[in-house]
């Protein structure tokens, strides 16, 4: 549950790093491209992780919340 | 080159299809099969309305111009849907319980109900909105005129206004057609997100198609590629640190700030699950949408003419390699971004105006209050249709205005600026339960200004709405109030100047507002609800006990959410309060409850407001605000058991009055039925005797005399048999000796039988009676004659009774659940709440008009004949007269 809350933080962590370059050339741009991507399949391989797990350890949770809308 | 009228054929194929796969989606959804249609993969598509026109062709001109920035457009919603524990749960749980209906619905009802932020957070949506209509409208009008430019015929700029007002009439017709087929807003609109679950693969495979041609088509694979990206001018673009962080924040605010988004996210959400599976799904759509726009961004500016639109790549490249089947398919993917984005966009919008500016209007203009008779569904249905034409022509207006200009090009980044002012009233809101009404008013009018003065306005070009010296040297010529220069901030991109100020500000106004006040007690009601969602999901109770009249309720109920459905609600209460019939207790839960199933309709304030105008009052008990304020487990297990255990107390109470009452009323009628029969039977007999100790003197009476005696003698006697009859008859049925014949029939014979035995089928009888034969075919297994004399009864009663000056007899089929329903409604006065209980019972007779002449068994008959049928009979009440309605169960009906 924990890890849920942190993995968007990490997200934001690693996609401002491009920002910390100060000088960027026209070989630094695809990098960034590939950079970016990477991080991103990466993210989404993690949140796909997690939401089964929390989807396992908590579905009896989120049956109970769903009585009330009936 | 493909023709214009084969692209013009193409495209209204393609709409035909989408019309198509919303019939069959509603008309699954209807029949009950759901099925796919609630899937996590649908729900995660349906998403894919964040991806427009704007960004299926403005991200290859965004990446030609600007670089990577595009890639913070589908950054943010990537974090914020990663994030979702965080948020979105929230809101989405939020959403179920309190059955939000649109984002301005989520902030009026947190907010104490109240309607004015409902209005505000309306019009801000609105205005953010509309443009961004616009913006769809010139991107469809503008591939158009890509294939019309290239095939040979001239192409008029008349004729581009005339695509933009067909594409618009289409779309409003759609919309109008799916998305208001139900008033509930908050059921699902199966037909719309279905189709727009598929114009989510059209773009996406569209996208996808085109970038592959241009790697594996156009230039020689991967590595090629990756060289002529370094070797484009794309390469050369240099970061903006300030915009990356900015859009970023933005594109991820928008993601649940423009309305549209919070449509598909939370309202139409079906399952909470299925945001765990978008919540990686999602982002992996969105990454796929942008995996190719570099490339193609780079191939464009390399291959086409310099000074070539470059929004327009995706369309102009597949066409200069004269591949036509790809340049119509992504045609088609930017045709179904756009009108995706314009359908929920219109659906959202119109939800809002109706529920937040038309029915509060209407129902202040209805000076007579909430229980005037009519239907208010009608009218609430009408609103929607009519907001959604409107918000089309405004859009179109506004395209017409701008002449499709330049300015439409940034109106995106504009628009999720404004929606984003939302965004502290939605934070604080949910985490902070010391966030004020006053505060959110605050801070919402001070953004809206701000982004209005430094952002909307400007961006109309100098001269236009702000004069260029206005722009330049600020009003008056102070120069720290220039639109685009605030407080002296020289410099910064007006985009982040706008952003910043607007954010920083709206947020400062919240929080010191909402500091210096103090929330009124139904602010900290709902407060308490919003923040501590998952804690107690059950709703606190605001409502006083016992000031409502539970039948005008009914009545009004049954406006809003059509009879079927309101009664079943209000018999289901009843029961769970342990009473029968259709009038529960008005007790606080109750009213809670029912408050909120209109909120699904017509909006948390409406329906608050509805309630109110019957109820009297509102208000916070003390007792509320300790179960608010006490926040240990103990104490609120303690008072949950105390508050069971006299719940359970009070009902049984509410049992033993209510069988108290019951004897000691039937006790009354039965000393007077006592009273009554010895007078019934004493009557017939007196004039039988009387008549023949006549016959038995006088032989000097007349021939004529002598009949006349002996029929009254006949007459009196058949009277004094058909009471005994009937009398026979219940204690046969009461003891259960009677066999029923069963045998098929139809129900209009049965009804026709009836109406034809009480002579009101000539018109000898002055009761007309309205049916409806088309409703009525249902074909049924039961004893036929037994079911006939309940009608027979029940038609005869209401000529009896009924004391109209012209007197009606409605009688309605109707299939409620596995049961047929025939509902008899008269026009009369009805029968008063204290009798309703008792006119089943055995020699109740509630009148002593001597007209009737039965001896009250009737109903009593009735009564055991259909419970003996398997059905039942009950009043109805709040119908506008006396309404008895019967009900056979289905499964014997369709045993035939």
């Not at chain 1, 929390?54 to 919340?65: C, K, S, T």
């Not at chain 2, 939000?100 to 009802?109: E, K």
């Not at chain 2, 999901?537 to 049954?558: C, F, K, N, P, V």
């Not at chain 2, 003698?713 to 009398?727: F, G, Q």
Request: hydrophobic share 50%.
């Amino acid at each position: 549950m924990d890890a849920a809350r942190l993995l968007p933080i990490l997200g934001l962590f690693l996609f401002m790093m491009p920002l910390l370059r100060q000088t960027g050339g026209p070989a630094a741009t695809a990098g960034i491209v590939v950079y970016i991507f990477a991080v991103w399949f990466v993210l989404i391989i993690l949140a796909g992780l997690l939401s089964r797990r929390l989807h396992r350890a908590n579905g009896a949770l989120v049956e109970d919340g769903q009585e009330d809308d009936g | 080159m493909i023709p214009f009228d084969i692209l013009v054929a193409v495209c209204v194929a393609y709409v035909v299809v989408l019309f198509l796969v919303a019939f069959f989606a509603e008309r699954r959804a209807s029949a009950g099969k759901v099925g796919w249609l609630r899937s996590p993969l649908v729900y995660t598509l349906s998403l894919s309305v964040y991806c427009t026109a704007w960004t299926f062709y403005g991200a290859v001109g965004y990446a030609a111009r600007s670089g990577l920035e595009f890639l913070t457009i589908y950054l943010g919603p990537t974090l914020v849907l990663v994030g979702w524990w965080w948020m979105l749960r929230k809101l989405v749980r939020i959403g179920k319980t309190q059955r939000i209906t649109s984002i301005a619905d989520l902030i009026s009802s947190r907010y104490g109900k109240s309607n004015t932020l409902g209005v505000i957070v309306t019009l801000l949506a609105v205005v953010g909105t509309t443009p961004y209509i616009a913006l769809q409208l010139q991107s469809v009008t503008l591939s158009f005129s890509v294939f019309a430019q290239a095939d040979s015929e001239a192409w008029q700029p008349t004729d581009l206004n005339a695509t933009a007002l067909w594409v618009a009439a289409g779309l409003a017709l759609f919309t109008v057609l799916f998305g208001t087929r139900n008033l509930d807003a908050n059921e699902r609109h199966h037909g719309v997100v279905t189709a727009i679950a598929v114009e989510a693969v059209v773009k996406l495979v569209a996208l996808l198609a085109v970038g592959i041609f241009v790697i594996w088509g156009v230039a020689g694979g991967l590595g090629d590629m990756a060289d002529r990206i370094a070797a484009s001018p794309i390469a050369e673009t240099q970061f903006n640190g300030g915009r990356w962080v900015g859009l970023t924040f933005l594109a991820g605010a928008a993601i649940f700030t423009l309305p549209r988004m919070f449509q598909v996210l939370v309202v139409e959400n079906a399952d909470e699950r299925h945001l765990a599976t978008a919540s990686w799904a999602f982002p992996l759509y969105l990454c796929l949408m942008s995996l190719f726009v570099v490339p193609i961004a780079v191939i464009g500016l390399a291959t086409q003419p310099p000074g070539s639109n470059p929004d327009l790549f995706v369309l102009t490249v597949p066409l200069s390699f004269d591949r036509d089947g790809l340049a119509t398919l992504a045609f088609l993917g930017g045709f179904s971004s756009a009108t995706s984005m314009v359908i929920v966009a219109a659906i959202a919008l119109s939800t809002m105006v109706s529920n937040h500016i038309v029915m509060p209007l209407w129902l202040s203009w209805q000076n007579t209050g909430a229980t005037v008779s009519g239907d208010v569904r009608k009218v609430v249905l009408t609103a929607r249709r009519i907001s959604i034409a409107g918000v089309l022509v405004l859009g179109y207006l506004y395209f017409r205005l701008t002449g499709g200009s330049a300015a439409l090009a940034s109106i995106g980044l504009i628009s999720f600026t404004g929606v984003a002012q939302v965004l502290p009233a939605l934070i604080g809101g949910i985490f902070w339960r010391g966030a004020t009404k006053r505060g959110a008013v605050a801070g919402l009018l001070v953004g809206f200004f701000l982004w209005a003065y430094t952002l909307f306005l400007p961006s109309f070009g100098a001269g236009s709405v702000m004069s260029a010296s206005l722009l330049a040297d600020g009003p008056w010529g102070i120069g720290w109030l220039r639109p685009q220069g605030l407080f002296g901030v020289a410099g910064m991109d007006p985009l982040i100047h706008a952003m910043f100020w607007s954010m920083s500000l709206n947020s400062f106004a919240f929080f010191a507002v909402s500091l210096s006040g103090f929330p009124s007690p139904m602010e900290r009601l709902q407060g308490a609800q919003f923040v501590n969602v998952f804690e107690h999901s059950s709703a606190a109770q605001s409502w006083t006990h016992g000031m409502a009249e539970a039948e005008d309720l009914l009545m009004m109920s049954q406006r809003i959410l059509g009879p079927d459905k309101a009664q079943a609600l209000f018999q289901r209460a009843a029961a769970a309060q342990g009473k029968v019939g259709f009038l529960p207790d008005t007790t606080p839960a109750f009213l809670e409850r029912l408050e909120r199933e209109l909120a699904g309709s017509v909006g948390a304030a409406t329906s608050h407001a509805m309630v109110g105008q019957i109820v009297g009052r509102s208000s916070v008990s003390v007792e509320d605000l300790m179960a608010v304020a006490d926040e240990t487990a103990q104490m609120m297990e303690y008072s949950n058991q105390l508050e069971a255990k006299s719940e359970e107390l009070s009902r049984t109470a509410r049992q033993l009055r209510e069988a108290n009452e019951k004897l000691t009323e039937l006790s009354i009628q039965k000393d007077a039925f006592l009273s009554q029969i010895s007078h019934e039977l004493r009557t017939p007999m007196t004039s039988i005797r009387a008549f023949s100790e006549i016959l038995m003197d006088g032989g000097d009476l007349s021939e004529a005399d002598m009949t006349k005696y002996s029929s009254i003698i006949h007459e009196e006697a058949i009277r004094l048999t058909r009471l005994l009859d009937d009398l026979l008859d219940l204690s046969v049925l009461e003891n259960g000796q009677v066999t029923l014949n069963a045998q098929p029939g139809n129900l209009t014979d049965l009804i026709d039988r009836a109406v034809a035995a009480t002579g009101s089928l000539d018109g000898s009888g002055n009761l007309r009676i309205t049916r409806s034969r088309a409703t009525e075919d249902v074909a049924l297994v039961t004893d036929t004659d037994r079911l006939c004399q309940v009608f027979i009864n029940l038609i005869a009663n209401a000529q009896k009774y009924c004391d109209a000056d012209a007197p009606q007899l409605w009688i309605k089929v109707r299939q409620l659940g596995p049961n047929v329903a025939v509902d008899f409604i008269d026009n009369g006065n009805g029968i008063p709440k204290r009798s309703q209980d008792i006119i089943f019972e055995k020699f109740s007779r509630l009148s002593d008009r001597n007209a009737a002449g039965g001896a009250g068994l009737g109903l009593a008959i009735c009564r055991e004949i259909m419970s003996k049928l398997g059905g039942g009979i009950t009043y109805l009440p709040g119908q506008g007269g006396a309404a008895f309605q019967v009900s056979l169960p289905l499964a014997k009906a369709k045993a035939a």
